[in-house]
């Protein structure tokens, strides 16, 4: 078994390089990306004629380095430039609404100020059991098709 290890560590150190670097482009979080650069040691050190044992400690420790110097930096960079704009259900919490027809706890419906009419039901964190026709409300929360709505603040003019 040694002898195999020795004769043919350089390919096993490549179909390693090979798997780690497939794994990392399904899960893009550089982590993977760390653990191939470490196996590139470990494969350089098997043509140098390292011993298995230490081309498996070089690889590891190379794998370290990477994951807890680079990475992190790299992670960084990559968010940086993202859209902090909230999309999808996240964009809804807080939107204000008037009811189009009159909520309980049952349902109802509200257009929303994006001009989208939703299936609505009074929140169950605000004292309010009933809202009607023409109030203004918050959206607090979308579970599915329906929007959790709590009457707005009303403000003295």
Do not use: C
């Not at 040694?2 to 670097?21: N, P």
């Amino acid at each position: 078994m040694v002898e195999f290890l020795a004769s043919y560590a350089w390919t096993i150190w490549l179909a390693l390089v090979l798997v780690f670097l497939i794994v990392e482009m399904f899960s893009l979080e550089f982590t993977f990306l760390m653990i191939a650069l470490g196996s590139v040691g470990g494969l350089v050190s098997s043509l140098v004629g390292v011993p298995w044992f230490f081309q498996i400690v070089i690889a590891a420790a190379i794998s370290l380095l990477l994951i807890f110097t680079i990475r992190p930096p790299l992670l960084r960079a990559l968010r940086r430039g993202g859209d902090p704009t909230k999309s999808n259900v996240d964009a809804l919490i807080g939107l204000e609404g008037i009811v189009t027809t009159r909520l309980t706890g049952e349902g109802g419906h509200v257009k929303l100020s994006n001009g989208d009419i939703w299936t609505a039901r009074v929140s169950p964190i605000t004292d309010s059991a009933v809202v009607d026709l023409g109030e203004r409300v918050l959206v607090t929360a979308i579970d599915g098709a329906t929007a959790f709505v709590v009457p707005a603040e009303r403000t003295a003019l």
